[in-house]
């Protein structure tokens, strides 16, 4: 089914943004988050950037101080998830301009507004940044 | 830091930053949770009472209810709502629970603005799943954004939809969202929605969402411009391929013009392109859908999707960009993917036609053009064997990872191993990922010819191996080690070596295995190896036991091994039962409790065996025993209780304490536990099908796993351990004393929770294949290089009339017959391609014989046919023996017996193959009168009441029998007792007279005891006169001729030659036979056996 979550952590291992495409309870989500920020900060420069941990694999790319940490499943061309992440993060950086973690953590609905019109349901929609953006000026425009 | 529209949520979220630990952050939470439920619980007091209830809410209640709920929610401002509903779901990202405030989220699904709107939609679909209640209330407000005017409100509803739409969604909204789709009237923007909520719809009620006819509209689709259109498309349709290629043909075509529009850049807007590449995304996207289509058959489509793969596949080079090197392999890998599968089925039928057809004018192009290919997938393999020793760890990663797919779906195997070094570095890179890859790797390209390299490789790793992979790896070795073990001694050895190496690490499932294969294979001899298995296991357990430091497992093994079968080396030097007995005990100090109860249980073993008794190790023996008597743990002290008791008995303790019985046979649980987790993907993947769809052709790569290489044991999981208080040969009893949980104590769960390492390791049943194990169903390059040429060869050089008669058996198979009527495994038959044994267990009337066919080549066997022809009193029922049987491997097949009445005739095996020429045995097996014997001693008072109350004929017969082979008495007691007619000494007053007993079993007469009388004349040896008794007549009769054959036979039936006819079947029909049973006559296998 392919994407089956994304996470942004930080380097202290706070969960700053969690986007599941399956169900799982509080606790399953905990645990699981618990276990693989410790499996992939644990991680250095000269390690791959895939880490396989229950029957996910997680694609995970560091940013300064934050993990982008993707689960997916056997079925995902890993490095196109790994610039898919990066795309994610460029779309970011159009809309918040160098966009670091406190602009994810103080914007979490803009964050999520663009990961929702990028990625539906574990799969991905949309890969133009300008029609990515389109809602969330839509929305600054509103307000 | 551009500060956030909500003030509230800002501070609300700085507080949580500057929480200084865990506990500030849940007070905070905590007062921010009450402060929420309260604001929400003023506002709409009148609602709750309703929703509390849970009771399900009728529809057409449900907009007054959501009605109610805004009105009740009217006191708060949309800013106040929005700010809420935002803190709930950050608190939730937290990892706080939220139980309340999601009828909130809901309600601003209906609310009118778009900001409301959106907040409503993205929070409910984080917070709630598809079964929650409450989203039942929103369907009808979903619906009607959906079916609205307005686009954005629309794309909000789908993407709710798609992310966590239910069944009850399905229902009523699947006919809009397909509308929408197709809809010309639609934008892109709602369109590549539609796709995606259509595919959730789908894919999880695909009872609901009726696709029918779908394929025109999918095709359709695909000459969409748009690439966010496309893009989601693309992964719709590799939901409906994989659950049905053959209705979407159409969409082939437009797939690969997809790809070559992307290839060459072609009408892509700046906007998809990505550092120069245009969309990485749909490009792998287009490929994995085309990887679901088995075959092409349009030749210009196939050209076109061979120069882009090609392209591609040349193209791309290394450059300095990281994202744009990245995504151009992303594209690359995938190409190398997708050319594996196609190439993988492409060619196929192709091959079937080379190997059936072989005089065929086609073939030398044919032949070319499968070199092409194979060079072709060289290539690939070429390129991957560099990814897999660059510097860069993704690459190497993928170029490992990628190196397994391939070897699932096409024979690339032997290119493969020209990495084998390379890969084997892998094993030791710093980074856990591509360690767990390389092993992976490793263990896929395993076979006869590299496993004992790559099992020592793994052994040696093992001792250095992370602790996060050392069970994982032990596992795999063990499995490969027995799969592929070239003799079953050098098993042995690299088992012992593994738990010695890593104990810690080694479920006991692994020991466990070793003691059942040690304890099952007594004599049957793998196809290249003589050794006796058990001593040499005995042998190795001796020496680990004399290393200063092993770890307790060894030791577990060891005292188990020594305990069954030291007395085999009783005559080696240290090896004296008193000497194996104080190099145990001096481990018991530092071992646990379990493993003194598998201590204490040898110790009886080896005092049972010391014969004659050595009084110093009995008191030895004893005064351990008396010692644990105390035990505070109730296992180790009722196996002491118990075995001083016993060891008291004499000559009983012999009877209880004898060797172990064979461990039954069970369908492997991993298999099962492996399709298990295969099943829970919901989408099978290209690769996977395609695995799938070469083993349901080849039938083989699934029955072999059982018999590849692993006589009578199957599975690991299930492994029961023996449990040595178990005092009695019959395994039903041992189930019984095993319930009442009194003597088992090393028993292991059932089946182990190991999640990954078992299952991973039976998962792809491909990869579990001996080199080209897809191969043989004769339709792959291996085989119709290889095996064509040999059966031409192999034609050439047979007579032209002798067709089916080119093959000798090895050793006599009469002999061998005989052998194995007095016991219970060895071989039944031998020629230089195949071995057969057989083993058997035999339970009153019933018995289960295994039968194991042995292939000795390299090359497979095929055409196996095993017949039984059952004489009219067994019921017999061989379970399938599969067609093809790989090379070096070793197929088990169980035949279970039933004795109906007593009879002396003989089933016969009708045995084929093929091996360049076909092969036909007709074999006996020993399934024979004296299998349903149990032996029994009569005393003088059970005996001559019996004796004479069985007066006269026809129930008691007499005969005098001449041309007796000569035979001392001594002799003829053995042979007797060979036969389970237990000789009793000392009733007979005459010392030239012999007195037998014995009880037969089958289902007319149940349990009957037989007795038998032998007089001989010291005078003349060749000849004696019989009596023999019973309660039944025929049995009486049968067991008489019976007696009198062995009594007569023995000599001649060794000494004649081979009575098996290698030419098919007898030219003359069969006469009538010389036997007692008139329903032999009707019953053809009696009378093969009779012509035998």
């Given at each position: 089914m392919g994407i089956r979550f994304i996470l942004m952590v930080n380097k202290q291992g706070q969960t700053r943004l969690a986007q599941y495409f399956e169900y799982l309870t509080l606790e399953e989500r905990r645990a699981l988050e618990g276990e693989i920020v410790r499996k992939c900060l644990a991680r250095n420069d000269q390690q791959c950037s895939f880490v396989e941990h229950r029957n996910y694999k997680i694609v995970y790319r560091r940013y300064a101080s934050l993990f982008f940490l993707v689960g997916v499943d056997n079925e995902e061309n890993e490095l196109a998830i790994l610039e898919f992440i990066h795309l994610l993060v460029e779309t970011m950086d159009r809309h918040f301009g160098n966009v670091c973690e406190l602009d994810i953590m103080f914007h979490l609905e803009k964050a999520h507004f663009m990961l929702e019109e990028m990625v539906m349901n574990g799969c991905i929609v949309e890969t133009s940044k300008s029609n990515i953006l389109t809602p969330i000026q839509l929305l600054d425009k509103a307000s | 830091m551009a500060l956030s529209g909500m003030r509230g949520l800002s501070v609300f979220i700085s507080d949580i930053r500057n929480c200084p630990n865990k506990e500030q952050e849940r007070l905070r939470v905590d007062k921010e949770l009450g402060n929420i439920r309260t604001r929400f619980k003023n506002e709409k007091v009148h609602v709750v009472p309703t929703l509390r209830r849970n009771a399900p809410i009728k529809d057409d209640k449900d907009e007054d209810l959501l009605h109610l709920l805004i009105v009740g929610l009217e006191g708060l401002t949309p800013y106040e709502k929005k700010k809420y509903v935002w803190k709930m779901l950050y608190i939730y990202m937290l990892g706080y629970d939220v139980d309340f405030g999601h009828m909130e989220a809901v309600s601003l699904i209906s609310a009118p603005k778009y900001p409301e709107k959106q907040v409503g939609y993205i929070v409910t679909s984080c917070l709630l799943?598809?079964?929650?209640?409450?989203?039942?209330?929103?369907?009808?407000?979903?619906?009607?954004?959906?079916?609205?005017?307005?686009?954005?409100?629309?794309?909000?509803?789908?993407?709710?939809?798609?992310?966590?739409?239910?069944?009850?969604?399905?229902?009523?909204?699947?006919?809009?969202?397909?509308?929408?789709?197709?809809?010309?009237?639609?934008?892109?923007?709602?369109?590549?929605?539609?796709?995606?909520?259509?595919?959730?719809?789908?894919?999880?009620?695909?009872?609901?969402?009726?696709?029918?006819?779908?394929?025109?509209?999918?095709?359709?689709?695909?000459?969409?411009?748009?690439?966010g259109v496309l893009t989601s498309s693309m992964s719709l349709l590799v939901a409906l391929v994989s659950n049905d290629h053959d209705s979407y043909w159409s969409c082939l075509p437009k797939c690969v013009k997809i790809l070559e529009r992307l290839a060459r850049n072609q009408d892509v807007p700046q906007e998809y392109t990505y550092y120069g590449i245009p969309s990485p995304w749909l490009q792998v996207k287009t490929m994995r859908a085309l990887q679901y289509f088995p075959t092409i058959e349009d030749p210009n489509t196939r050209r076109s999707l061979f120069e882009v793969l090609q392209r591609i596949l040349m193209g791309t080079d290394v450059v300095k960009n990281v994202n744009k090197n990245n995504a151009s392999h992303a594209v690359l890998f995938e190409a190398l993917a997708l050319k594996s599968v196609s190439h993988g089925n492409q060619y196929v039928p192709g091959l079937a036609f080379i190997f059936f057809d072989r005089g065929n004018q086609y073939v030398p192009s044919l032949v070319m053009h499968l070199d092409a290919e194979k060079e072709m997938m060289s290539q690939c393999v070429a390129l991957l064997g560099k990814f897999i020793a660059v510097r860069e760890p993704n690459i190497r990663y993928l170029g490992l990872e990628n190196m397994s797919r391939m070897l699932m779906v096409t024979d690339v195997l032997d290119i493969i191993k020209r990495h084998q070094a390379q890969i084997i570095t892998s094993l030791k890179d710093p980074d856990i990922s591509i360690r767990r890859r390389a092993l992976d790797l490793l263990y896929g390209m395993c076979d006869v010819s590299n496993a004992k390299d790559i099992v020592e490789e793994l052994l040696q790793y093992l001792s250095t191996a992370d602790f996060a992979m050392r069970e994982e790896l032990a596992l795999k070795a063990a499995i490969l080690a027995e799969k592929f073990a070239p003799d079953l001694s050098w098993y042995v050895d690299v088992i012992l070596q593994l738990i010695d190496k890593a104990g810690d690490f080694v479920s006991d499932d692994i020991w466990f295995r070793v003691v059942q294969f040690v304890t099952n294979n007594e004599d049957l001899q793998f196809v290249t190896n003589n050794e006796d298995l058990q001593p040499y296991a005995a042998v190795k357990a001796r020496e680990y036991l004399d290393k200063p430091a092993i770890h307790e497992t060894v030791v577990k093994v060891s005292a188990y091994i020594l305990g069954e079968y030291s007395h085999l080396l009783a005559r080696r030097p240290g090896c004296s039962p008193k000497e194996i007995f104080s190099i145990i005990h001096e481990k018991l100090p530092t071992v646990s409790t379990s493993t003194i109860a598998i201590l204490l249980s040898t110790y009886a073993k080896i005092l049972m065996h010391t014969q004659p008794p050595d009084l110093e190790l009995q008191n030895q023996i004893w005064a351990i025993f008396s010692k644990y008597e105390g035990c505070i743990d109730v296992e180790i002290q009722q196996r002491a209780v118990e075995y001083f008791a016993l060891s008291r008995k004499g000559a009983a303790l012999s009877d209880i304490l004898a060797e172990m019985p064979k461990f039954p046979e069970r369908q492997s649980a991993l298999i099962k536990k492996a399709e298990d987790t295969e099943a829970d993907a919901a989408e099978q993947s290209a690769i996977k099908l395609r695995a799938q769809q070469q083993t349901s052709n080849a039938l083989v790569v699934t029955d072999q796993r059982p018999a590849n290489g692993t006589p009578p044991v199957t599975q690991l999981s299930l492994v029961k351990m023996p449990s040595m208080s178990n005092v009695d040969h019959n395994p039903a009893e041992q189930g019984v004393s095993q319930a009442n949980g009194t003597l088992s104590v090393v028993d292991p769960q059932p089946s182990r929770p190991s999640d990954d390492n078992i299952g991973d390791l039976l998962v792809p049943l491909a990869i579990e294949g001996p080199p080209g194990s897809a191969t043989l169903s004769g339709h792959s390059p291996v085989f119709g290089f290889g095996g064509a040429p040999n059966a031409e060869d192999?034609?050439?050089?047979?007579?032209?009339?002798?067709?089916?008669?080119?093959?000798?058996?090895?050793?006599?198979?009469?002999?061998?017959?005989?052998?194995?009527?007095?016991?219970?495994?060895?071989?039944?038959?031998?020629?230089?391609?195949?071995?057969?044994?057989?083993?058997?267990?035999?339970?009153?009337?019933q018995g289960r014989l295994v039968l194991f066919l042995g292939n000795k080549n390299t090359a497979p066997l095929v055409s196996v046919q095993a017949l039984i022809l059952p004489p009219s009193h067994l019921k017999m029922e061989l379970s399938l023996v599969p067609e093809t049987i790989p090379p070096r491997a070793q197929v088990q097949c169980p035949l279970e017996v039933v004795n109906l009445r007593p009879s002396r005739d003989v089933a016969v095996l009708d045995f084929s193959y093929k091996f360049g020429t076909n092969v036909n045995v007709k074999l006996r097996l020993p399934a024979i009168l004296n299998k349903f014997f149990q032996p029994i001693t009569v005393s003088a008072e059970e005996f001559f009441p019996q004796w004479r109350s069985l007066s006269g004929p026809p129930l008691k017969l007499q005969e005098v029998v001449r041309g007796v082979r000569s035979m001392s008495l001594v002799e003829m007691a053995n042979l007797f007792n060979s036969f389970r007619l237990m000789v009793c000494p000392g009733l007979d007053p005459n010392t030239n007279n012999l007195i037998a007993s014995t009880t037969f079993y089958s289902e007319s007469t149940r349990a009957m005891l037989c007795l038998v009388r032998i007089e001989t004349d010291p005078a003349d040896r060749t000849q004696l006169r019989m009596t023999v008794a019973s309660g039944d007549p025929t049995l009486t009769f049968e067991l008489k001729e019976f007696i009198k054959e062995q009594l007569i036979s023995i000599p001649t039936a060794s000494r004649a030659p081979s009575p098996v006819s290698l030419q098919a079947q007898p030219a003359e029909p069969p006469q009538p036979l010389p036997t007692s049973s008139p329903a032999a006559l009707s019953d053809p296998g009696a009378m093969l056996a009779g012509l035998l």
């Open positions: - | 799943n598809e079964n929650h209640d409450f989203l039942r209330l929103a369907i009808n407000a979903v619906r009607n954004d959906i079916i609205g005017r307005n686009e954005t409100f629309q794309c909000l509803a789908l993407t709710l939809v798609g992310n966590i739409g239910g069944r009850d969604f399905a229902e009523s909204l699947a006919l809009d969202v397909q509308k929408l789709l197709i809809s010309s009237s639609c934008r892109p923007l709602v369109r590549k929605k539609a796709a995606l909520c259509l595919l959730r719809l789908f894919r999880k009620n695909p009872d609901v969402v009726n696709v029918d006819g779908w394929s025109d509209r999918m095709a359709q689709l695909l000459d969409e411009r748009d690439l192999a034609l050439a050089i047979a007579p032209v009339e002798e067709q089916t008669n080119t093959v000798q058996p090895i050793g006599n198979i009469a002999e061998r017959f005989h052998a194995l009527c007095l016991k219970d495994s060895g071989v039944l038959y031998e020629d230089p391609y195949i071995q057969i044994g057989i083993k058997a267990e035999w339970r009153v009337h």
